[in-house]
């Protein structure tokens, strides 16, 4: 058993390669001139420029926050890039072909082929390598039925009353301490916009990928579901080996009015560190939706990667008969600390949201789910269901479980339940004497102990995302 | 911790200026409160409690007397009632001898030490208080240093005492904000086993005046002992109460404690289990009601910092008017433990659309061969069963307090001797029967 754990430690990072793309930067540091200089860089109107420099303002009167039950050293926000992108090489790509073949090297070697995803797998890829988007797919296709998916900085460009109207109204500039930063610098990210009673007819998918040293990322998605429409959208990461500690503090906005329905799943492998806890990216993220009546915004996230991951993918029950759901797996080994659950804020009437969770600690990782369910006294008829499990991997490792319910409203059912075990012996014993090494039962076990979120992702993550349980904690078990 | 906010620090200064407690607790108090100041709501701890209202009402509060004026044995029974064992009565944290049965209460009472902490001292036997523990919050350190006199309980090792030990709490707030901060301490020795019940309870406040009461209550449970630790808070509605129950058990010792909280307008019991020797067991329960505009906090940890321990919190809450209930459970399983067993369970019960329930079942593991559940859960009676009772012919509203009655039969049937249980009950039974008389009709 134990020179499978040892292999487990010393298994390098699959993923852990720097490309050589010439990266464009701004100078190190956080100042007006800098988000003047971002701003000026991509070519904003002076509404987004005003926007941004007001959260800057409000960011320098905040502090970081400390209630996460994650530590690290200190942040020094000064030494850090604010932009990197990668330089054009004479006009922007009008194709797949006319791709930097570096970048598309860096894609092939992550198993995600832009031409492979677009010829065979109908998934529209909004590949983004740093902080701007090179290359996207299925754009013709989208656009038939009237589906905008393409960078924040070209909505910004082609939608600007879309992306007007909706920038900050579900997670406001002043939300948090990391949301500010993120709406004072942010670089790009997604834009995507289905009109009403449209269901959009593929899958929207976005790659995240770290790639300049020492530059933070600062994505901003923005996702608005007009009423009656449907879509689904995938978003992954991976990102290359470092010794430094790279913050990455994304914003994603989702709005979902009346009938319509979103669905964000999320495969989330940043480097987590070696097995010293060195290196690694610091991960926090806000994400939140707003559900307007009859709408359905549902969570899936698979959380292997990242050495400290601190994100609650919330949602805003505002309408009547809306419905919230968060399914997550948070796997961590080594010395990777996460500290993530989900907000769910009922205020309309007969709303109803599950949570499902799943931590898995394994070395000397901490686990914490934190999740809130808050049901408003307007919220008549609501109903919460929360099953948060985790599971233990070695003996050094922590799980916690901070649940806050608070309820205002006689009419409202909640329940809360949670276990903390350690894989059972039982089971194990089972398997084996069936035939199964320890290490296939254990894979089994895991896999069967996260399958009711697995279940939720998309078919090609739920592959994946298998993929990576296995990885990440092959052989972790004694 | 937050820091100290200089109205606070005034606050506090007023406070302890005529405490004159020299003991190395107090000085440690005084020095943590220099230090850390009062919590405020910003205090995880603290979150649920309306900690903005007592500090308000701290502002013009003043140390409450000590004198027994006007309380007789018969009030004191009225209030607390006879359990038929020996009971210490305490007046505004001061021991009242006069109003007390010690120990020529009955036979097989060897062994048992009741009395005061100054009378104690007095024995030369070094006080109740040992140990060099800080203090765990603002209220603690602020008992520490202003407190006046203790309720000690000492079980010699071996001895078994049948009797029910009943320490009553008594505030008398005369015409004043008048704050006072009881205290106790248990002590069971090796192998010893008792029953305690504390109750607070108070005389109804003039127009002006209402107690503030901020009590500590430290309890040792020796190797192989066993105790049973009835907490009863049933004290006028416009009192504030402040209650900190701290636990150290040692080996193979157990504990089966309830708190049942009626009165109060505000009632903060927070319960402290430290298992530090292996195979100690704690079996917690309780019951809170707030009703009215009352609010009962509960913030319940169980540190299980030695293996092969087990833990069980079991806490039911009622809520009805415009009352607030809140639980915050806490699990520690230290690193380096095994075989810990753990459980929790909060099931609450919203009797009116005015009415709060908060849950915070918390589960902090840092160690893997455990065994941890929780489970909380928030809702309204069941109509079907209502339903059921009432096609049987009982009206709704009896077939309500049938219901209601039943929800919070758990808790009470862990009470005991019976005249505690059946006291208790008949409090729960009137104070339910208001809000559920309040309930609609179901269409």
């Known amino acids: 058993m134990s020179e499978v754990i040892d292999e487990l430690v010393e298994r390098e990072y699959a993923f852990g390669f720097h490309s050589d793309i010439e990266t464009e930067y701004v100078p190190k540091g956080l100042s007006e001139e800098v988000v003047r200089l971002i701003s000026a860089k991509k070519e904003e109107p002076e509404w987004l420029l005003e926007w941004r420099l007001a959260a800057f303002r409000h960011f320098m009167t905040m502090t970081e926050p400390t209630w996460g039950n994650v530590h690290h050293a200190p942040i020094d926000y000064q030494d850090m890039y604010y932009w990197a992108a990668p330089k054009p090489k004479g006009p922007a790509p009008k194709s797949l072909d006319e791709v930097d073949p570096e970048i598309r090297a860096t894609f092939d070697k992550l198993g995600i082929s832009l031409a492979e995803q677009e010829r065979l797998s109908g998934v529209a890829v909004d590949a983004i390598i740093d902080s701007v988007s090179v290359a996207t797919t299925f754009k013709a296709k989208l656009a038939e039925v009237g589906v905008i998916f393409c960078s924040f900085s070209e909505a910004v460009r082609e939608h600007p009353e879309l992306v007007r109207a909706h920038l900050g109204t579900v997670v406001p500039p002043r939300d948090n301490f990391f949301a500010a930063l993120n709406s004072a610098v942010f670089s790009d990210g997604s834009f995507c916009y289905i009109p009403a009673g449209v269901a959009c007819p593929m899958e929207l998918s976005t790659y995240f990928r770290i790639n300049a040293k020492e530059s933070g990322q600062f994505e901003r998605t923005l996702i608005v579901a007009e009423e009656g429409s449907t879509v689904s959208y995938l978003e992954g990461c991976t990102a290359p080996m470092r010794d430094e500690n790279q913050l990455h503090a994304a914003v994603v906005e989702l709005i979902a009015k009346d009938d319509a329905s979103i669905k964000y799943s999320t495969v989330q492998n940043w480097y987590p560190g070696d097995a010293e806890g060195k290196g690694g990216i610091y991960n926090f993220v806000t994400k939140r939706g707003r559900a307007g009546a009859r709408a359905k915004i549902s969570w899936t996230q698979v959380e292997t990667g990242s050495a400290i991951t601190w994100k609650y993918p919330s949602v805003i029950l505002q309408g009547d008969d809306s419905v919230g759901e968060f399914y997550s797996v948070a796997v961590s080994t080594n010395l990777q600390q996460a500290d993530t659950g989900t907000k769910m804020i009922h205020i309309g009437r007969n709303t109803s949201s599950t949570i499902v969770s799943k931590g898995i600690s394994a070395g000397r990782a901490q686990n914490t789910y934190r999740g809130q369910v808050k049901v408003l006294r307007s919220a008549v008829g609501a109903r919460n269901h929360t099953r948060c499990d985790s599971l233990l991997i070695g003996s050094e490792c922590g799980a916690h479980t901070f649940p806050y319910v608070e309820v205002k409203n006689d009419s409202a059912a909640v329940e809360h339940e949670a276990s903390t075990s350690k894989i059972s012996e039982d089971q194990l014993f089972y398997c084996r004497q069936r035939g199964l090494t320890e290490e296939d039962a254990t894979s089994m076990i895991v896999n069967g102990f996260c399958r009711e979120v697995f279940d939720e992702l998309p078919m090609e993550y739920a592959v994946e995302a298998q993929a990576l349980m296995r990885l990440s904690l092959e052989g972790a078990v004694g | ?443």
């Open chain 2, 1 to 443: 911790m937050s820091a100290v906010a200089t109205s606070d620090a005034d606050l506090v200064e007023r406070l302890i200026a005529g405490a004159t407690g020299t003991t190395p607790r107090a000085e440690r108090g005084r020095a943590w409160l220099a230090a850390n100041g009062l919590p405020t709501e910003r205090d995880e701890a603290w979150r649920y409690t309306p900690v903005r209202d007592i500090t308000a009402a701290l502002a013009t509060a003043v140390a409450a007397g000590t004198e027994a004026t006007g309380v007789t044995r018969d009030l004191v029974d009225e209030l607390a009632g006879d359990l038929g064992g020996p009971r210490l009565v305490l007046i505004n944290g001061a021991l009242a001898p006069e109003l007390s049965d010690l120990t020529d209460r009955g036979a097989g009472l060897a062994g048992l030490w009741v009395g005061g902490g100054d009378e104690l001292r007095a024995r030369g036997s070094g006080g109740p208080y040992t140990g060099t523990a800080e203090p765990a919050d603002g209220f603690q350190a602020l008992n520490w240093v202003a407190g006046v006199d203790a309720a000690v309980v000492l079980i010699e090792a071996g001895n078994a005492i049948d009797a029910p030990i009943h320490v009553v709490h008594l505030a008398t707030p005369g015409q004043m904000v008048a704050l006072s901060h009881p205290r106790t301490v248990i002590k069971v020795g090796a192998g010893g086993r008792a029953q305690v019940v504390e109750s607070f309870v108070g005389i109804d406040a003039t127009a002006d005046g209402r107690a503030i009461t901020n009590s500590s209550t430290r309890i040792v449970v020796d190797d192989d002992a066993e105790l049973t630790y009835q907490r009863v808070l049933n004290e006028p509605d416009t009192t504030l109460h402040i209650g900190r129950v701290g636990v150290v058990q040692r080996t193979r010792s157990q504990l089966h404690a309830t708190a049942v909280a009626t009165g109060g307008a505000v009632v903060r019991t927070a319960v402290h289990v430290n298992l530090t020797g292996e195979r100690a067991r704690a079996d917690l329960g309780g019951l809170y009601l707030p009703t009215g505009h009352q609010r009962h906090d509960n913030v319940i940890t169980v540190d299980h910092s030695a293996s092969y321990c087990e833990s069980n919190q079991n806490f039911t809450g009622i809520v009805g008017d415009h009352g607030r209930g809140s639980f915050s459970g806490h699990v520690i399983v230290r690193p380096g433990t095994v075989g810990t067993d753990a459980n929790q369970s909060n099931p609450n019960l919203v009797l009116a659309s005015t009415a709060q329930a908060d849950t915070r079942p918390w589960l902090e593991i840092f160690a893997d061969d455990v065994k941890c559940a929780h489970g909380a859960t928030v809702g309204r009676l069941d109509e079907e069963a209502a339903f059921y009772l009432r096609s049987r012919g009982i009206p709704a509203a009896q077939a309500r307090a049938m219901l209601v009655a039943a929800f919070a039969s758990t808790a009470l049937d862990r009470l005991s001797p019976d005249t505690l249980r059946e006291r208790v009950a008949s409090v729960v039974e009137v104070r339910t029967a208001d809000t559920t008389a309040n309930l609609e009709t179901p269409s």
